[in-house]
């Protein structure tokens, strides 16, 4: 795009801005399945993945210097005024945006039951109003931690206490920093997505 083909530069560079945002809107907004009820949202939710993360995806109405279409990469510059652009860094840069968004939400991710079923072991499971954590009776076969369904940190608790109740009972040896590594991803992972069901 240059001065000559009647268009603002600087408007250019501002509607390119705005489509690449856009897509990053929608990478980062409708990451979780709820916020895709209709069609048209999904559709914008797989389009912005194709559009940011496919190296061979271009853009239909923006043409580069070469009178390409238009790379994600092509979009950058002429967003930025730069000759070099990391698209590396830019979409780590929007990956950590979705992650950030999606720790903040406020989401039901677990129902934490009166008894928790793990390879044929039956945990009961008590809520404890004062617990800001979890304890484990493994002799007893009891669980004692905050059931409060508002607060996620207590969900996340009760995937990290199944986690270490599926560890025992497996003899699996584990550091105390993976096993609650390992807990937190998985419970981000079913937290992320609503495609995990038990009925």
Known sequence: MNDNDGVDIVDYRTLVTKVVMQG??????????????????????????????????????????????????????????????????????????????????????VNIPDTLFIDGHIYEVVHDDESDHFSID????????????????????????????TLYHQDTRMSAAARKNLAKTWFRVLRSNNCFRGN
């Open 24 to 109: 990053v809107q929608d990478y980062v907004s409708l990451a979780h399945p709820k916020a895709r009820v209709k069609k048209f949202l999904n559709d914008a939710h797989h389009s912005s993945i194709y559009m940011l993360f496919d190296d061979t995806y271009r853009f239909e109405h923006f043409v580069n210097g070469f009178e390409d279409k238009c790379s994600l990469e092509d979009m950058l510059m002429a967003s930025t005024q730069r000759e070099n652009v990391d698209i590396d860094k830019f979409r780590e840069w929007v990956i950590q945006r979705a992650k950030t968004n999606m720790e903040k939400k406020d989401i039901v991710t």
């Open 138 to 165: 493994f002799e007893e076969k009891v669980v004692t931690m905050n059931k409060s369904p508002g607060n996620s940190d207590n969900q996340e608790y009760f995937v990290l206490a199944a986690f270490e109740i």
